[in-house]
């Protein structure tokens, strides 16, 4: 079954007008639409193909380069910020704010790395550091920050790492119900 198969499949990309179909077990096996011809050699028959033939081989052909790309090479990854855009301060550092992140096509080695730009307020990263969601205090003082997300897909066969940034502004303000 096997060695007759690879026969077909070979055949398949190299002779683009006639196909070698296999009678075993009452089942012919092809891979794409056919013509039968009354040709019989020894349970072999040779088949003339329909027009349809390049594009079933173009669109396998494609199919397989585009499932292969995406496991060889290292893929842009997307990301988008999501938590409260106000924080309060207060002596303490400010109440702990939640930033998730949604990031898409990630591999087995992604890397996270988050940064606080434009820290008017004082803010910190208290926990989380390395990975999809960190824990934020918004700081001492009144203004604004903003929270910014490099994600790094590296090359798994040691070609260049593709990254992607994103970006969260968060205002802090005092909190007029706090006692």
């Known amino acids: 079954m096997k060695k007759k198969f690879l026969l077909n499949f070979f055949a398949f990309f190299s002779d683009r007008d006639n196909v070698l179909i296999t009678d075993e ?3 012919k096996i092809g ?16 088949a003339k193909t329909s027009k349809n033939k390049n594009v079933i081989s173009s669109m396998f052909l494609l199919v397989t380069l585009f499932f292969l790309t995406g496991f060889l090479y290292a893929q842009q990854p997307s990301c988008n910020l999501s938590g409260p855009l106000i924080g309060y301060f207060d002596s303490g550092g400010g109440n702990t704010i939640s930033i998730n992140s949604d990031v898409y096509n990630t591999g087995p080695k992604t890397t996270y790395s988050w940064k606080i730009d434009k820290n008017v307020p004082g803010a910190t990263i ?4 390395g990975t999809s969601r960190i824990q934020v205090k918004a ?3 009144g203004g604004s920050f903003a929270i910014k997300l490099t994600v790094t897909n590296p090359d798994l066969n040691g070609g260049s790492s593709k990254s992607s940034t994103c970006t969260k502004s ?5 909190n007029l119900n706090y006692k």
């Open 25 to 27: 077990n009452g089942c």
């Open 31 to 46: 891979l794409s639409r056919m013509i039968f011809s009354l040709t019989d050699t020894s349970n072999y028959f040779v």
């Open 126 to 129: 208290v926990s989380g550091e």
């Open 139 to 141: 700081g001492t003082k």
């Open 170 to 174: 968060v205002t802090v303000s005092r």
